[in-house]
């Protein structure tokens, strides 16, 4: 054999021992599984049926409901869980503010001081939802997608509140926040 055809039997060689090797790593690949992932995003909304309480005068003392005929024996409003989860939904107000005094919001009414309370379609006439100026009430655990909350409030009036406010229209927000429930 001349020299230039033992290089080329050894190349050969050395080609014939690795090919098997490099097709087998190949083929080890080929043969791995897949994993495919598919998600979507949590959606986390809510709408709530009714937008505005308009009570009209009030007086010292006075208990007003935020329900169909002004009675505590029925829910008006209706929150709905409009995401692709369930939530909890927690309820915050604030103070009223307009004219010359505000009035503070409370758990007990006082001089320029109202509280507000909200019930649930589980106890429609148990007012038992203290509705805070700072932090939230709970209103519901768990409210599946799709899914409707019935649910009212109770104002009571301040003890007394300054001549110079009488007539004088006033405004508060009643908040809603919903978050994901988590077991």
């Not at 939230?136 to 009212?152: A, E, K, P, Q, V």
């Not at 007394?160 to 908040?175: L, R, Y």
Request: hydrophobic share 40%; no cysteine; net charge negative.
């Amino acid at each position: 054999m001349k020299r230039d055809e033992k290089g080329i039997v050894i190349v050969l060689l050395i080609a014939a021992l690795l090919l098997p090797g490099v097709l087998l790593a190949g083929s080890a690949l080929a043969a791995n599984p897949q994993v495919n992932i598919t998600v979507s995003a949590a959606v986390i909304a809510i709408t709530n049926n009714k937008a505005d309480w308009a009570m009209g005068v009030v007086e010292v003392n006075d208990i007003v409901y935020f329900s169909v005929d002004g009675t505590q024996n029925n829910t008006w409003s209706q929150v709905n869980n409009t995401g692709n989860v369930a939530v909890d939904i927690e309820i915050r107000g604030t103070d009223i503010e307009g004219g010359d005094y505000d009035w503070a919001l409370n758990t007990t009414t006082g001089s320029e001081i109202y509280s507000l309370y909200a019930n649930s379609e589980a106890a429609p006439t148990v007012y038992d939802v203290e509705v805070k100026s700072s932090g939230y009430g709970n209103l519901t655990t768990n409210l599946g997608t799709s899914t409707t909350y019935d649910w009212s409030m109770k104002f009571t009036a301040p003890t007394a509140f300054n001549a110079s406010d009488v007539g004088t229209e006033k405004t508060a927000t009643v908040i809603l926040v919903a978050s994901k429930y988590t077991p």
